[in-house]
């Protein structure tokens, strides 16, 4: 008999997977195995822990539900962080997609968490044929067409994502910043990886043309451990808001330090400011009062996700956040991509695979998941949101981050 804590999807979810009157699995069904990539060492170990969970269930239900008569799936979890790095590298990323592209049992891959990663491991998994679908990696130059020769040197899209790109997050939380705040000047700071810079770009461009005066801009370094001179010198300045671009590395020493010295100045940030290792590093007072953005719809308020809350939670003794949904609504798009070849009666090679992926309209949490001929998410949502102090919850829980809405589009 299955747990109730293994089965309890949502009625989406089990439509996707095909749980309902599946046979038993058995020892020799054959082998589908899933290559996953996290940031599971360093300052991002939290989130990167949950999403692994979130998709161990969602594969667990699948092999325990016999979603796939005749198949199992197996997983192969790498850790693309390293205490050297003190979060991801882009190092070990590369290493990782090498060792899934030379197993040749690996169809599919989930991940990575990381834009830097990402730019790292595409090339090497596109020369492999190896699809992967990142839960919550955002920079938009790895799946922009004018790139391809770098980041898809064979040919077809195999990075698809479950989440929308920072060609939208960035200029969103311009446009909230000068619409709805009423933001007049700001000073940009980035913490030098792939994913920071480009998001820092982008949002520096909108908030430009929103008529936003940028004062100025500079660069962290994520292993420094005093951004004092750099904030003294943006107080003198007095812009009325700062933006940083990046992860929680820099991140928990910025939201410390700019409370000391710029404490009542707007500060924004994006997704990788949401999290509970940044609730956990820096802490409250610092962390209070900062907006954040993630790339994709707030669901873990929504009632269409209670049952795989309530699920996550038994397990795992643990609150998902909304990347842990992306992270599971990127499983069931593998599990179904899977399950469409076989039904086809086509072998399970990483080609079929990824044309299914390509083709898929999947029903997850988030809705209907489908990408364009790129390999980017079909919905373009941005979510806002502020972290508030909330004594009746935990302080590091993802719960301290108070939805707000919608971003404005651009």
């Given at each position: 008999m299955?747990t109730?804590?293994?089965?309890?999807?949502?009625a989406t979810?089990m439509?996707?997977?095909?749980?309902a009157?599946a046979d038993?699995a058995?020892?020799?069904?054959?082998v589908?195995?899933i290559?996953?990539?996290?940031?599971l060492?360093?300052?991002?170990?939290?989130?990167?822990a949950r999403?692994?969970?979130?998709?161990?269930?969602?594969?667990?239900?699948a092999?325990e539900?016999s979603a796939?008569?005749?198949y199992?799936?197996e997983?192969?979890?790498?850790d693309?962080?390293?205490?050297?790095a003190?979060q991801?590298d882009?190092?070990?990323?590369?290493t990782?997609a090498?060792k899934m592209?030379?197993?040749?049992?690996v169809v599919?891959?989930i991940?990575?968490?990381?834009s830097?990663a990402?730019k790292?491991?595409?090339?090497?998994?596109?020369?492999?044929g190896?699809?992967t679908i990142?839960?919550?990696?955002?920079n938009p130059?790895i799946?922009n067409p004018?790139?391809?020769d770098?980041?898809r040197?064979?040919g077809?899209?195999i990075?698809?994502?479950?989440?929308t790109?920072d060609?939208?997050q960035?200029?969103n939380m311009?446009?909230?910043?000068a619409e709805?705040l009423k933001?007049?000047?700001?000073?940009?700071?980035d913490d030098?990886?792939a994913?920071g810079?480009?998001i820092?770009?982008?949002?520096?461009?909108q908030?430009e043309?929103?008529?936003v005066?940028?004062?100025g801009r500079?660069r962290?370094?994520?292993?420094?451990?005093d951004y004092t001179?750099?904030l003294t010198?943006?107080?003198?300045?007095?812009?009325e808001?700062?933006?940083?671009?990046g992860?929680?590395?820099a991140?928990?020493k910025l939201?410390?330090?700019a409370y000391?010295?710029?404490?009542?100045i707007?500060?924004?940030?994006?997704?990788?400011?949401y999290?509970?290792?940044?609730?956990?590093?820096?802490g409250?007072?610092a962390?209070?009062?900062?907006?954040?953005?993630?790339a994709?719809?707030?669901?873990?308020?929504?009632?269409k996700?209670q049952q795989?809350i309530?699920?996550?939670?038994?397990r795992?003794n643990?609150?998902?956040d909304?990347?842990?949904?992306?992270?599971?609504d990127?499983?069931?798009?593998i599990?179904?991509?899977?399950?469409?070849?076989?039904?086809?009666?086509?072998p399970?090679?990483r080609e079929t695979v990824?044309?299914?992926i390509?083709?898929?309209?999947?029903?997850?949490?988030?809705?209907?998941?489908?990408?364009?001929?790129n390999?980017?998410?079909a919905?373009?949502?941005?979510?806002v949101?502020q972290?508030k102090k909330d004594?009746?919850?935990?302080?590091?829980?993802?719960?301290?981050?108070k939805?707000i809405?919608?971003?404005?589009?651009s």
């Amino acid at each position: 008999m299955l747990t109730r804590r293994q089965t309890l999807l949502t009625a989406t979810a089990m439509a996707a997977i095909g749980v309902a009157g599946a046979d038993p699995a058995n020892a020799a069904d054959k082998v589908a195995k899933i290559g996953i990539d996290l940031s599971l060492t360093g300052a991002d170990s939290q989130g990167a822990a949950r999403v692994k969970n979130a998709i161990v269930m969602a594969f667990d239900a699948a092999n325990e539900g016999s979603a796939i008569p005749g198949y199992k799936f197996e997983l192969l979890v790498l850790d693309d962080g390293t205490a050297t790095a003190g979060q991801y590298d882009p190092a070990q990323a590369a290493t990782n997609a090498r060792k899934m592209v030379a197993d040749k049992d690996v169809v599919a891959s989930i991940g990575p968490q990381m834009s830097g990663a990402g730019k790292a491991m595409t090339p090497i998994l596109s020369q492999g044929g190896l699809a992967t679908i990142t839960p919550s990696s955002t920079n938009p130059d790895i799946t922009n067409p004018k790139f391809a020769d770098q980041y898809r040197p064979a040919g077809k899209p195999i990075y698809f994502r479950t989440v929308t790109t920072d060609a939208y997050q960035g200029p969103n939380m311009a446009n909230f910043l000068a619409e709805k705040l009423k933001v007049k000047s700001v000073y940009i700071l980035d913490d030098s990886g792939a994913f920071g810079v480009g998001i820092a770009d982008t949002f520096q461009k909108q908030a430009e043309a929103k008529g936003v005066k940028v004062l100025g801009r500079d660069r962290l370094d994520p292993k420094a451990a005093d951004y004092t001179a750099i904030l003294t010198k943006i107080k003198s300045l007095a812009p009325e808001a700062i933006y940083y671009g990046g992860v929680t590395l820099a991140g928990v020493k910025l939201a410390k330090q700019a409370y000391d010295i710029i404490p009542n100045i707007i500060k924004a940030g994006p997704d990788g400011m949401y999290s509970s290792d940044l609730l956990a590093g820096a802490g409250f007072p610092a962390v209070d009062g900062w907006y954040n953005t993630i790339a994709a719809p707030h669901l873990i308020e929504d009632t269409k996700a209670q049952q795989f809350i309530d699920a996550f939670k038994g397990r795992f003794n643990d609150s998902p956040d909304d990347y842990t949904i992306t992270a599971y609504d990127a499983s069931l798009v593998i599990i179904d991509s899977v399950k469409r070849v076989v039904a086809s009666g086509k072998p399970v090679t990483r080609e079929t695979v990824r044309d299914a992926i390509q083709a898929a309209k999947v029903p997850t949490i988030q809705g209907t998941v489908s990408f364009d001929e790129n390999g980017d998410l079909a919905d373009r949502t941005v979510s806002v949101f502020q972290i508030k102090k909330d004594t009746t919850k935990p302080l590091t829980d993802i719960s301290q981050y108070k939805y707000i809405d919608v971003a404005p589009q651009s």
